[in-house]
């Protein structure tokens, strides 16, 4: 995944990911943090975005509205 062409990393801090243009963990801030995603105590997943994901352009049969953007199987488990 890419914000504003800038590659989205993933990193683990304090039990939760978080998706960052940020090249190391140590420069994570508020401004390069895209997303994060927690695990409540019961469970329940929640994804927060703070940023744009990249998507491809419309082709002609689509628009933004009905595009996806994922993320790869088993980048992120629980545990």
């Known amino acids: 995944l ?3 062409g800038a590659t989205i ?3 683990v801090v304090a039990g939760t990911v978080i998706g960052s243009t940020a090249a190391t963990e140590a420069d994570i801030t ?3 943090t895209i997303f994060d995603v927690t ?3 019961t ?3 929640m994804l927060q ?3 744009e994901i990249d998507h491809a ?3 002609v049969g689509s628009n933004y509205a009905d595009q996806q953007a994922t993320l790869a199987d088993t980048l992120i488990t629980l545990t």
């Open 2 to 4: 890419k914000s504003d």
């Open 9 to 11: 990393y993933l990193y």
């Open 30 to 32: 508020a401004g390069n």
């Open 39 to 41: 695990v409540s105590g």
């Open 43 to 45: 469970g329940s997943v």
């Open 49 to 51: 975005q703070f940023a």
């Open 57 to 59: 352009l419309p082709g």
